[in-house]
């Protein structure tokens, strides 16, 4: 029975010799290992073996990098207003036997520093300056905290302002001011909006003005030249229609004046011409009264004795001369006129126009034989030409 007791004691001693001989250190952590209470060595990550009763491990350190938050502080700004501040330190351990011999709790010494520097930064900034300049606040904690921690192993990465909280009467004040701000600015964006606007629409306005003119401009130079043109091509065909109106009558005169040469009319026909001629002549509003003088035949015979000469039967009759060749030729000044009657947009017209024109080229015939009914005596029926006079036939003076 002692011998088992023995046995047992003898494996529970070698159980604890061993547990306290090997130890196993995870990756990124690192062991202090002290021997007799003296520094030894550091170890990470692999199985370490130890001294039983000998060596110990003084401390296992996190060797990854680490984020510390630390509640509000209160900080005196510049101006004298209390504000609370939460900071964010994110910090690595890079010497693991620093860390452990050189300060007793690193975290606590991390977090007094840093609310030490924090104050110290912030003093010297008013209000408005530490809401607006976070970056140089960050920045200015860094760098002190990374110098002051160097000789406890740390490596300070960054630093961040998680939050500043002005007192609630200063908040209140800021709300109002950053409502009338607010307000200045959507006013003046108002009064912009109003400014632009008015402007655009005086622009268009303008434009539009602009436009109608130059539209009225151009319509009343369109609506000139087109009454000029109208006149002009009224005035034109006015010009041709007198020509051809006066064509017409010069072919009607010359016409009736061959008629009446050829026909030798006689002083009774004239006299009874001139009868059916005197009420067309009284037609006129201004004209009354008309009288016949009573010696109108008589007349009628002193002219044609004058200008006639008695025949084999006692008639005096007006005895043209001799046709010598120079009758008057009327002059062609059809090319010269030409131009008048172009109608380049109406080809009917054109057509008319151009029949009319070959109408008057047309060359009159004037040298028709006498009709011997109407001719008294041999020698009148020989008479001929191409204009012959007319001649008169009166009765031998009583």
Known sequence: MAALIVLGVIVLLVVVLVAKSVSIVPQAEAAVIERLGRYVRTVSGQLTFLVPFVDRIRAKVDLRERVVSFPPQPVITKDNLTVSIDTVVYFQVTNPQSAVYEINNYIVGVEQLTTTTLRNVVGGMTLEETLTSRDSIN???????????????????????????????????MEKQMKADREKRATILTAEGHRESAIKTAEGDKQSRILAAEGGKQAAILTAEGERQSRILRAEGDRAAKYLQAQGQAKAIEKVFAAIKNGKPTPELLAYQYMQTLPQMAQGDANKVWMIPSDFGDALKGFAKTLGAPGEDGVFRFEPSANTGNDSVSVDDSEEIAEWFETKTDPAVAEAVAAAEAVARTPVDTSLAPDPSLTKGSDLGQLGGPSPAPAFETEPER
Not at 156 to 164: C, D, G, P, Y
């Open 139 to 173: 920045g200015q904690l860094r760098v002190v905290l990374d110098e002051a921690t160097g000789r406890w192993g740390l490596r300070v990465a960054r630093v961040e302002l998680k939050s500043i909280d002005p007192p609630p009467s200063i908040q209140e004040s």
